[in-house]
Protein backbone atom coordinates (compact mmCIF):
# COMPACT_ATOMS: atom_id res chain seq x y z
CA UNK A 1 0.00 0.00 0.00
CA UNK A 2 1.21 3.53 -1.21
CA UNK A 3 1.24 6.51 1.97
CA UNK A 4 -1.65 9.08 1.28
CA UNK A 5 -2.59 12.04 2.81
CA UNK A 6 -4.18 11.47 6.41
CA UNK A 7 -2.10 8.14 6.77
CA UNK A 8 0.17 7.69 9.63
CA UNK A 9 4.06 7.10 9.40
CA UNK A 10 5.38 3.75 10.05
CA UNK A 11 7.65 2.75 13.05
CA UNK A 12 10.65 2.61 10.92
CA UNK A 13 14.19 3.06 11.78
CA UNK A 14 16.72 5.45 9.59
CA UNK A 15 20.42 5.76 9.91
CA UNK A 16 22.32 9.20 10.45
CA UNK A 17 26.41 8.92 10.74
CA UNK A 18 26.82 10.04 14.21
CA UNK A 19 30.18 11.12 16.00
CA UNK A 20 30.59 7.26 16.84
CA UNK A 21 29.51 5.84 13.95
CA UNK A 22 26.44 5.28 12.50
CA UNK A 23 22.99 6.01 14.74
CA UNK A 24 19.44 4.52 14.90
CA UNK A 25 16.67 7.74 14.20
CA UNK A 26 13.09 6.34 15.35
CA UNK A 27 10.85 7.66 12.60
CA UNK A 28 8.27 7.54 15.28
CA UNK A 29 10.18 9.67 17.93
CA UNK A 30 11.37 11.54 15.20
CA UNK A 31 7.53 12.65 14.12
CA UNK A 32 6.21 12.92 17.55
CA UNK A 33 4.70 16.06 18.54
CA UNK A 34 6.62 17.49 15.53
CA UNK A 35 6.63 18.94 12.57
CA UNK A 36 8.42 18.11 9.74
CA UNK A 37 9.26 18.11 6.07
CA UNK A 38 10.35 14.92 4.75
CA UNK A 39 11.71 14.73 1.01
CA UNK A 40 13.15 11.54 -0.71
CA UNK A 41 15.25 11.07 -3.36
CA UNK A 42 16.79 7.42 -6.01
CA UNK A 43 19.83 7.92 -4.82
CA UNK A 44 22.78 10.38 -3.49
CA UNK A 45 25.34 12.01 -5.56
CA UNK A 46 23.07 10.75 -8.56
CA UNK A 47 21.95 14.00 -10.91
CA UNK A 48 18.88 15.50 -10.44
CA UNK A 49 18.79 14.80 -6.77
CA UNK A 50 22.06 16.62 -6.75
CA UNK A 51 21.48 19.97 -8.65
CA UNK A 52 17.90 19.79 -8.38
CA UNK A 53 16.32 18.30 -5.35
CA UNK A 54 18.12 19.45 -2.60
CA UNK A 55 19.34 22.81 -4.16
CA UNK A 56 15.69 23.04 -3.91
CA UNK A 57 15.10 22.82 -0.24
CA UNK A 58 18.60 24.85 0.87
CA UNK A 59 16.59 27.69 -1.44
CA UNK A 60 13.74 26.92 0.63
CA UNK A 61 14.98 27.02 3.90
CA UNK A 62 13.65 29.95 5.45
CA UNK A 63 10.59 29.71 4.28
CA UNK A 64 9.63 26.85 5.72
CA UNK A 65 11.54 27.61 9.16
CA UNK A 66 8.86 30.76 9.09
CA UNK A 67 6.12 28.03 8.71
CA UNK A 68 7.11 26.32 11.41
CA UNK A 69 8.62 23.40 10.43
CA UNK A 70 10.64 21.90 13.19
CA UNK A 71 13.29 20.15 10.54
CA UNK A 72 13.70 19.52 7.05
CA UNK A 73 14.97 15.41 6.50
CA UNK A 74 16.17 14.23 3.04
CA UNK A 75 16.09 10.54 2.60
CA UNK A 76 17.52 8.12 0.49
CA UNK A 77 18.45 4.49 0.28
CA UNK A 78 21.80 5.00 0.75
CA UNK A 79 23.97 4.26 3.77
CA UNK A 80 24.88 6.84 6.59
CA UNK A 81 28.67 7.38 5.57
CA UNK A 82 26.87 8.29 1.78
CA UNK A 83 24.01 10.48 2.89
CA UNK A 84 26.97 12.43 4.96
CA UNK A 85 29.61 12.80 2.60
CA UNK A 86 26.54 14.06 0.16
CA UNK A 87 24.95 16.58 2.84
CA UNK A 88 28.63 17.90 3.03
CA UNK A 89 29.15 18.19 -1.00
CA UNK A 90 25.81 19.88 -1.51
CA UNK A 91 25.46 22.28 1.32
CA UNK A 92 22.63 20.68 2.78
CA UNK A 93 24.24 19.58 5.68
CA UNK A 94 25.47 23.52 5.99
CA UNK A 95 21.74 24.75 5.67
CA UNK A 96 20.99 22.90 8.05
CA UNK A 97 19.04 19.85 6.30
CA UNK A 98 19.70 16.37 8.15
CA UNK A 99 20.29 13.90 5.66
CA UNK A 100 19.12 10.19 6.87
CA UNK A 101 19.97 6.77 5.27
CA UNK A 102 17.51 3.57 4.92
CA UNK A 103 19.84 1.34 4.25
CA UNK A 104 17.80 -1.73 3.59
CA UNK A 105 14.91 0.54 2.59
CA UNK A 106 12.34 -1.07 5.10
CA UNK A 107 10.72 2.84 5.28
CA UNK A 108 10.73 2.90 1.86
CA UNK A 109 8.92 -0.26 1.33
CA UNK A 110 6.54 0.57 4.24
CA UNK A 111 5.37 3.72 2.70
CA UNK A 112 5.68 1.54 -0.91
CA UNK A 113 7.46 4.17 -2.32
CA UNK A 114 10.15 1.62 -3.45
CA UNK A 115 11.27 1.28 -7.41
CA UNK A 116 13.81 -0.71 -9.65
CA UNK A 117 15.72 1.34 -12.68
CA UNK A 118 18.10 -1.45 -13.81
CA UNK A 119 19.51 0.77 -16.58
CA UNK A 120 20.79 3.36 -14.05
CA UNK A 121 21.95 0.65 -11.73
CA UNK A 122 19.42 1.53 -9.09
CA UNK A 123 17.48 -1.67 -7.41
CA UNK A 124 15.26 -0.83 -4.72
CA UNK A 125 15.57 2.82 -4.32
CA UNK A 126 13.08 5.43 -3.43
CA UNK A 127 10.92 7.29 -5.64
CA UNK A 128 11.28 10.85 -5.19
CA UNK A 129 8.82 12.61 -3.51
CA UNK A 130 7.84 15.41 -0.55
CA UNK A 131 5.86 15.07 1.55
CA UNK A 132 4.77 17.55 4.99
CA UNK A 133 4.46 15.69 8.44
CA UNK A 134 2.74 17.14 11.83
CA UNK A 135 2.79 14.73 14.83
CA UNK A 136 3.36 11.31 12.44
CA UNK A 137 0.68 11.98 10.46
CA UNK A 138 0.80 13.05 6.55
CA UNK A 139 -0.47 16.49 5.31
CA UNK A 140 0.69 16.61 1.87
CA UNK A 141 2.45 14.39 0.03
CA UNK A 142 4.02 15.58 -3.92
CA UNK A 143 5.12 12.20 -5.72
CA UNK A 144 7.08 12.88 -8.88
CA UNK A 145 5.99 10.28 -12.07
CA UNK A 146 9.06 10.11 -13.57
CA UNK A 147 12.52 9.44 -11.17
CA UNK A 148 14.73 11.65 -13.31
CA UNK A 149 12.24 14.90 -12.65
CA UNK A 150 11.83 17.32 -9.97
CA UNK A 151 8.98 19.75 -10.26
CA UNK A 152 6.12 18.70 -7.88
CA UNK A 153 8.80 17.51 -4.87
CA UNK A 154 10.55 20.13 -5.15
CA UNK A 155 11.26 22.15 -1.95
CA UNK A 156 9.50 25.82 -3.92
CA UNK A 157 6.01 23.43 -4.81
CA UNK A 158 5.92 22.05 -1.51
CA UNK A 159 6.29 25.22 0.05
CA UNK A 160 3.34 26.63 -1.55
CA UNK A 161 1.59 23.79 -0.90
CA UNK A 162 1.40 24.51 3.39
Not at 72 to 77: A, G, T
Request: glycine share 12%; hydrophobic share 45%.
Amino acid sequence: MTISTGDTLPEAELLKLGENGPEAVSVSALSKGRKLVIFAVPGAFTPTCSVAHVPSFIRTKAGFDAKGVDEIICLSVNDPFVMKAWGEATGATEAGITLLGDPQGAFTKAIGMDFDAPPAGLIGRSKRYAMAVEDGKVTVLHVEESPGTCEISGGEALLAAL
